[in-house]
């Protein structure tokens, strides 16, 4: 298996009027990828300019930010060519790592955009180096840029940061920098395409935590509904718990929940409700972990907090 170190910058909308007139919001005008085998030794690269096919100014935080001018995209290849070779290039046994969660997104809509075949059809699975940057070096919770991170592992400064290529190298180098495989284990979803049904929805236990990413639901409604999406089995031993709070929420989009097992005590669930991005419909990302006394503190606090504003709202009612 290799891995697929890329990195891409894309343009967007000058003016407002330009970006009402298109559908796309970011396009893409630079791809720069690295590949590394299973030893996460460099293989090969990629790395290739974008004609602009949308937008033909550049925005201007955009282009103070990446260091490029429209001048330099002239006699480029437009995307279609430049991704369909990109695509190609990675081969088939691989796993995409990139800085942030942003770009497999990105990449999947401008493909869509011009109605190239897909990279996959299913849910991807990546590797999210800023997060394993976390886990491997601090507290699991922070995101550091890229530049941090490459200061804090003492990783030589061999270009500008901001460029494709030169961001994809830099990404690499931190992978070699972490040495702990089990690392490797924290794996990321991009959900841009999402479970097609519910054989192929996703279930995986990190250890410490779990994570569920269902189908899509018509709405809300539909969603709250369903029976694997409230279900709080114990996500160590797999056996059923006692709700000690049911599910509640405070905004509308988020749920919470605490939950007891007889072998692993209070647990803690949380629903994030999402819109898709191709189709705009409802779907959810749950988690369950272990709380702790402070985080039953918090949920009980939270469900103080509903229960008082209803009342306020009775009473001006």
Known sequence: MNYIVFDLEWNQAADLKTKRENDLTFEIIEIGAVKLNDKKEQTDSFHELIKPQVFHKMNQVTGELIHLKMEQLEGCRAFPDVAADFVKWCGNDYVFCT???????????????????????KTIRFLDIQKLFSIAFEDKKSRRTLQYAVDFLG????GAFHRAYADAYYTAQV?????????????SFDTYCLPRNKSEEIKVSFGDYSKYISREFPDKIAAMEDKEVLSCKCFLCGKKTKKKIPWFTNNGKNYYTIVSCAQHGALKGKIRLRKSLKHNKTYVVKTMRQAAPDVICDIVNKKKQVRESRKERRKKS
């Open 99 to 121: 800085w942030g969660n942003l770009d497999i997104t990105e990449l999947q809509v401008n493909m869509d955009y011009y109605n190239m075949t897909p990279v996959s059809q």
């Open 155 to 158: 990783i030589g400064i061999e």
């Open 175 to 187: 992978i070699k920098n972490i040495h702990d495989d089990s690392v490797f284990l924290n794996y």
